[in-house]
């Protein structure tokens, strides 16, 4: 079993001291001299997904690629790239929102029939303002597909659901469990109740990073339980810019999202190594 650790593009975005991005090559040149293993990007468009995925392989990465159908049909576009350039796995945002049960399994279920036509794995990504969007709705979901594969990040229902994730959110805790527990990818970073992205270098913010420590280090150790040898779990760092990201009056990030990136990953290696000691 490995542990591969991506970078988002998204990520890459204003990263650099003026807020200004890196070209393309250049950001994933930087990613593969820090041992990142790949990057997560949008695989929606064949003049977006064919010149990265070159520059990817030409430094042996790998790619998570995202989509956000808001159809069964809407996938398709997505899964023949996927069946062309071999991603990582494929991570859908459904951009549906509907408190319908039996309407979000026929759309799901939909999309686990078309998955079927490639070799690469389909997760269903935990995000806001998308058919997951609520914590409770999601777990009435997998009480009727238990067995849907999904990608945490987990910020979204900490902030979402305004979790404070000490001794009082017991219960809490225990659905973001059974959310971990059909995970099979991570996207990282850490949210307070309030906030989505907080700064994790600062000082006050540290029980918010050791509270995410301890959730992904039970997923972790929760998906290698499940897993087979030879499986790999994928985590990716997904410090976004403005407006995920904290700035100051001129717009600007408050802190440096590379070197907070670069924390995360560690973060990463250090419960990998922890639980597979």
């Known amino acids: 079993m490995n542990l591969l650790i991506l970078q988002s593009m998204w990520a890459m975005e204003n990263i650099l001291p003026n807020g200004e991005t890196l070209p393309m090559p250049d950001a994933i040149q930087r990613i593969a001299q820090q041992g990142f293993h790949g990057v997560t990007d949008h695989m929606m468009q064949a003049s977006h997904v064919t010149p990265l995925m070159a520059e990817l392989k030409a430094h042996n990465l790998t790619m998570e690629g995202q989509c956000f159908p808001d159809s069964i049909d809407a996938l398709q576009p997505t899964l023949e790239l996927a069946a062309q350039h071999q991603p990582h796995h494929i991570t859908i945002q459904?951009?549906?929102?509907?408190?319908?049960?039996?309407?979000?399994?026929?759309?799901?279920?939909?999309?686990?029939?078309?998955?079927?036509?490639?070799?690469?794995?389909?997760?269903?990504?935990?995000?806001?303002?998308?058919l997951t969007n609520d914590l409770l709705f999601t777990l009435d979901i997998l009480k009727e597909m238990p067995n849907l594969k999904l990608l945490g990040d987990l910020s979204h229902y900490v902030v979402g659901h305004e979790i404070p994730l000490d001794e009082s959110a017991s219960k809490d805790i225990k659905h973001l469990q059974i959310i971990m527990s059909n995970c099979h990818a991570y996207h990282g970073r850490?949210?307070?109740?309030?906030?989505?992205?907080?700064?994790?270098?600062?000082?006050?913010?540290?029980?918010?990073?050791?509270?995410?420590?301890?959730?992904?280090?039970?997923?972790?150790?929760?998906?290698?339980?499940?897993?087979?040898?030879?499986?790999?779990?994928s985590f990716t760092c997904?410090?976004?810019?403005?407006?995920?990201?904290?700035?100051?009056?001129?717009?600007?990030?408050?802190?440096?999202?590379?070197?907070?990136?670069?924390?995360?990953k560690s973060m990463a290696e250090r419960i990998w190594q922890e639980i597979s000691s």
């Open 94 to 130: 459904p951009n549906v929102r509907t408190n319908n049960i039996k309407e979000a399994v026929q759309l799901l279920e939909g999309w686990q029939r078309l998955a079927e036509q490639i070799n690469t794995p389909v997760f269903v990504e935990t995000h806001r303002y998308r």
């Open 190 to 233: 850490v949210a307070s109740r309030e906030q989505v992205q907080i700064p994790i270098s600062f000082p006050q913010h540290a029980p918010w990073v050791d509270a995410f420590y301890d959730l992904w280090k039970w997923g972790f150790t929760n998906w290698q339980q499940r897993a087979q040898p030879g499986d790999t779990l």
């Open 238 to 264: 997904e410090l976004g810019t403005h407006p995920y990201a904290i700035t100051d009056k001129n717009g600007h990030d408050i802190t440096d999202r590379w070197e907070e990136s670069l924390t995360l």
